[in-house]
Every structure is written in C-alpha cells, then in structure tokens.
C-alpha cells in the first residue's frame, strides 16, 4: 500500500516561536502562509507542518500523489480506494472521504494508541 509523502503535522501554541526553533534545527520554510497559520518546513526530505489552532494533537501525514517535494507522482493509488482497503481490513476510521467524490480529499484513521493519521490527497 503506497500512501505517498510523509510528513508530520504539528500543533503549535505559537507559530513565530516554533519557526524559529525548526530553523536552528535546519529546517526552511518549503510552503504555507503565517497570515493563515501555517507553514510546512524541510530538512532535506524530512518534511513538517507547524499549525497554529488547527489541530488539537500532532498528526501523522500522507499525501497520495505527491513525492518528498510536493511534486505529483505519475501513478499513485486514490484516496477512497485506499480508504476501502483499510475498511476492508476492518480498520474503523475516525474521518472518511466521500467515496462518491473525485479529486482532492482526505480520511482520518487513528493508531492503536489513538495517535491520528491523516490520508490527505491535494490532487
């Protein structure tokens, strides 16, 4: 099952502080917009999300159709069908993407530790 980029989206109190700190670390802004928010950071292709009052708990991220770089992938397996395998699995989501839909969209699936992990699908 390819789920596409990782990343980690984290909750933040407060996004100037958090910027700072993942920029002595090495990370540089990659994407995002401080007037809504948010800013995705890269360290090589380690990639974060610092969201400030979005979420109430760090997410586990991945993006079908999109590489390490936000690039589009060529082949990449949709959203809702891999929504329906998870199902099928028996796993119980917390979120899920209207299977009637095309295009973008997302589902939510918790870990056994109740840790979210976001399906996200921008294409």
Known sequence: MELGAFSVS????????SRDFYEHLGFTVF??????????M?????LIGLFQG???????????GWD????????FTD?????????????ALEQEA?????????????DPDGNPVLIDQHR
Do not use: C, W
């Open 98 to 110: 209207d299977e009637g839909s095309s295009g973008p969209a997302s589902f939510i699936v918790n």
């Open 79 to 91: 959203v809702r069908d891999l929504q329906r395998q998870l199902k099928e699995q028996g796993l």
């Open 54 to 64: 979005m979420f109430e708990r760090n997410i586990l991220t991945f993006n079908p």
């Open 42 to 46: 890269r360290n090589g292709d380690a």
């Open 10 to 17: 984290l909750a933040v109190q407060d996004l100037a502080v």
């Open 68 to 75: 390490s770089h936000a690039r589009p992938v060529e082949s």
């Open 31 to 40: 994407a995002g917009d401080p007037a809504q928010n948010y800013l995705i």
